[in-house]
């Protein structure tokens, strides 16, 4: 018969830092009668669970091993696990500013973090609702900045994992806008000619219409001929 000692994760590999890591470390021959005995790092853990707070973000390993009453032989096991660091991701949908009393939209997440188990909250002046899965923000009328806070909860704590502040500006008014070259025009009136491919058959036109042409082209000019 042969004996190995087992890691079994039971927090899954990947975990946030101040999460805990824990694995169940079992013999793969069992005996009853017999209860093994484990070390890692010189500890000696009796009830076979491994429970280590995340402290260091990235891959983590351990290494130790297994022991059976009455027998002086070491039976190696090792395991590892990931850390990572707190962090959400906060993406305003529609823009990179917040506008004032307007619905702005965000999409918030926390990665390996399922969506109930995330707490999102706004700095005084906002309010916050959620419509759809996706995060409502409403700035108040004299708030100037606002800030989202992410936390999550992880095995019962509330962890920080980010957060992220915003200009507030007022909505512009609506309006069509011409931009010729570098320049934009907001004001003002469009016309539009149909010039004939020979020019000199501009005069064949009816005087009256040659007249009103004449004033929209040269309404800024001093002297104007009527002919």
């Known amino acids: ?40 790092n010189g500890k000696e853990y009796t009830d076979g669970i491994y429970d280590v707070v995340g402290t260091s973000v990235g891959p983590q390993t351990f290494s130790g091993y297994m022991m059976m009453p009455d027998d002086t032989t070491h039976y190696p096991f090792k395991g590892q696990y990931t850390v990572g660091a707190p962090s959400a991701t906060i993406s305003n949908t529609d823009l990179n500013i917040m506008y004032r009393g307007f619905k702005n939209k965000f999409s918030i997440s ?12 706004v700095s005084a ?34 962890l920080s994992m980010g957060s992220q502040s915003y200009r507030v500006r007022a909505l512009p008014k609506p309006g069509a806008y011409l931009k010729s070259g570098e320049t934009e025009y907001s004001e003002g ?36 001929l009527e002919a």
């Open 125 to 158: 002046g906002a309010t916050l609702s959620q419509e759809n899965g996706v995060y409502i923000i409403v700035p108040g009328d004299n708030v100037k900045d606002v800030t989202v806070t992410v936390k999550a909860d992880v095995e019962g704590k509330l």
């Open 110 to 121: 926390v990665p390996g973090m399922s969506h109930d188990k995330i707490k999102v909250s």
């Open 189 to 224: 009136n469009i016309y539009v000619i149909n010039v004939p491919e020979d020019f000199s058959d501009l005069y064949v036109l009816p005087e009256g219409v040659l007249n009103q042409i004449r004033q929209l082209m040269c309404k800024n000019l001093p002297v104007r």
């Open 1 to 40: 018969n042969s004996v190995e000692a087992m890691v079994m994760p039971t927090s899954g590999e990947y975990i946030l830092q101040g999460g805990h890591y824990r694995a169940r470390i079992v013999s793969a021959a069992v005996d009853t009668n017999q209860t093994p005995v484990f070390y890692i």
